[in-house]
């Protein structure tokens, strides 16, 4: 069975950092693309980022280009996503997901597997 377990979320200041992990279990996803999303409050889940099968492809919202960071270790069937300069309007739960596919892609309706998430809270 496979299971989707995100961890590193919490509650940090304005101007701080978080590092999201993501852990595969049930099966390899080394050929898969893994993308980040996240739900505020009372607004629908948005794409932040995600990763083609070998990392080497990344693409971001714009909300968080520079900011945040997507990245995969294969062996460890883990993707994370860097977050830095955190701001109050990036406090929501994120979600992990795996696409059934190699290549980057924002649609949420591609991706096939999804964590539970993990809560994010910005303080200002």
């Known amino acids: 069975q496979v299971q989707l377990v995100e961890s590193g979320g919490g509650l940090v200041q304005a101007g701080g950092s978080l590092r999201l992990s993501c852990v595969a279990s049930g099966r390899s996803f080394s050929l898969n693309s893994k993308g980040w999303f996240r739900r505020a409050p009372g607004k629908e889940r948005e794409f932040i980022a995600a990763?083609?099968?070998?990392?080497?492809?990344?693409i971001y919202a714009d909300a968080v280009k520079g900011r945040f960071t997507v990245s995969r270790d294969n062996a460890k069937n883990t993707v994370y996503l860097q977050m830095n300069s955190l701001k109050p309007e990036d406090t929501a739960v994120y979600y992990c997901?795996?696409?059934?596919?190699?290549?980057?892609?924002?649609?949420?309706?591609?991706?096939?597997?999804w964590g539970q998430g993990t809560q994010v809270t910005v303080s200002s």
């Open positions: 990763a083609d099968w070998s990392g080497g492809s990344t």
């Open positions: 997901a795996i696409a059934e596919r190699g290549y980057t892609t924002r649609s949420d309706s591609e991706y096939d597997y």
